[in-house]
């Protein structure tokens, strides 16, 4: 598959990965920050799963940013790649250390992922031109 341009790839994997790292670094980090929070001042269950998922929402937005900057177009395909596979990493990692959520946990992140790594994509594009 062909960029727009007709020369090269659609999908460029070097920045694709990039903001993929950024994102699970982001994640890593809210992750120890959040997790002396919650020993200090537990919160309830429902505030912690809101919670979670808005964290994993601006770490997909950062992976999305991140791709579609390195790649510099394609800011909706790299930014919604970014965000789905940022997503789908965290979903491995609470299986490993937790277990996994259900089917509508996972098509819940999944469409966070997407959404929000593809509107942080086009952003990044749009402003870069402008």
């Given at each position: 598959?062909?960029?727009?341009g007709g020369?090269?790839?659609a999908?460029?994997?070097a920045?694709?990965?990039?903001?993929?790292?950024?994102?699970?670094?982001l994640l890593?980090?809210?992750?120890?920050?959040?997790?002396?929070?919650d020993?200090?001042?537990?919160?309830?269950?429902?505030a912690?799963?809101g919670?979670?998922?808005?964290?994993?929402?601006?770490?997909a937005a950062?992976?999305?940013l991140?791709?579609?900057r390195?790649?510099?177009?394609?800011g909706?395909?790299?930014?919604?790649?970014?965000g789905?596979?940022v997503?789908?990493?965290?979903?491995?990692?609470?299986?490993?250390f937790r277990?996994?959520?259900?089917l509508v946990?996972i098509?819940?992140?999944?469409?966070?992922?997407?959404?929000a790594?593809?509107?942080?994509?086009?952003?990044?594009?749009?402003?870069r031109?402008?």
């Amino acid at each position: 598959m062909r960029g727009a341009g007709g020369n090269g790839p659609a999908v460029d994997l070097a920045a694709l990965s990039a903001g993929v790292v950024w994102g699970l670094l982001l994640l890593v980090v809210s992750a120890l920050l959040l997790g002396v929070l919650d020993f200090r001042f537990p919160p309830s269950p429902e505030a912690e799963a809101g919670r979670t998922l808005v964290v994993q929402g601006v770490a997909a937005a950062l992976a999305g940013l991140r791709a579609a900057r390195a790649a510099g177009r394609g800011g909706f395909l790299h930014g919604l790649l970014a965000g789905v596979a940022v997503m789908a990493a965290a979903i491995v990692l609470v299986g490993i250390f937790r277990d996994l959520p259900r089917l509508v946990g996972i098509v819940r992140g999944l469409l966070i992922g997407a959404g929000a790594g593809a509107v942080a994509g086009v952003a990044t594009v749009n402003l870069r031109r402008g």
